[in-house]
């Protein structure tokens, strides 16, 4: 099978020969905008959305505009193509941009930066760790850190600069290893966790954070669209823990597993603790979009003796 190749600046590489410098902005600032998109079938989904809000994130950080978006589109699928051989006829993939300020100058002189660097490549979409909670649920967990205020900086930029969610990840494994945060601003309230989007459904309705704490997640968009398709009344509103201990259904909603039930929040069953009819009916019309079964694709990829004690709750 070929190997995978990252575009670094215009060139390809192999994984191994992929490299940047010890200098660039990305290493010695964390300064570096970022996007990913995954593929449904091997078809992009929503790549230019993703685009336009990587395009957004470079102006509100002043990067200088070296490409086009039709162009950075077109170079995207040059690289899928070139990647596509690299996976299986079943295989779907992550699509990746990172994109620095480029060099770094310890001298402190602004004009001294090259040109940003722009990184592309994929990912194989490996869905076995999360394969389990769309039948059991995740347990959804509040760290002690909290969320960074939007006047520090706005979550709407989708960037590289992770530290306050990798410590919160870390937190809350050590009230469960399997857990997953979702981070209150400094008022209490729900925003997100590393890499999506919270929701929970109260008295019927389906209702998510506001974006004023929280990323502008496509795959967020997405759902709500999803919901409203099926006649399912949303919300986007202030919500605090108060309203998840007592909601009837909470999940995730990312790129990677696009929609991940949460049964147990703070050590306490979310409704029934078990995935509930609304979050069932959103992951059917999940599938139902994208030609994709989301659920089937991420339990084809355990062995069947793990997808068996799945599916008899023996996990």
Known sequence: MAERLAYINGEYFTEAEAKISIFDSAVMLG???????RTFAQK?????????????????????REMTPDKMEAVTLEALRRNLPAYGPGDDCWIVHNISRGGFHTSGDQ???????LMIFTLPMDLRYWARFYLRGCHAVTPPTRMMPAMSLDPKIK???????????????????????????ADGCLTENKGGNFFLVSDGVLKTPRTLQALDGVTRRTTLEIAR????????????????????EAFFTSTP??????????GLPVGD?????????????????TGVDIVEQAL???????????ENSEW
């Open 229 to 248: 398709s099926l006649g399912i009344p949303t919300e986007a509103c202030d919500l605090q823990p108060y309203d998840v201990y007592t909601a009837e």
């Open 257 to 266: 597993y696009c929609l991940m039930p949460a049964t147990k929040f703070n």
């Open 31 to 37: 300064d570096c905008v970022t996007e990913s998109t």
């Open 111 to 117: 004009s001294q930066r090259r040109a940003w660097t």
């Open 300 to 310: 084809s990829q355990l062995s069947q003796e793990e997808r068996a004690a799945i």
């Open 273 to 289: 603790g078990q995935v509930g009819p609304v979050t069932k009916r959103l992951l059917r019309g999940w599938s139902d979009l």
């Open 44 to 64: 992009p989904f929503r790549l230019r959305e993703h685009i336009d809000r990587l395009y957004k994130s470079l102006k509100v950080c002043r990067y200088t």
């Open 159 to 185: 960037n590289r600069s992770r530290m306050s969610y990798t410590l919160a990840e870390l937190e809350v494994k050590l009230v469960d290893p399997d857990a997953q945060s979702i981070l209150l601003d």
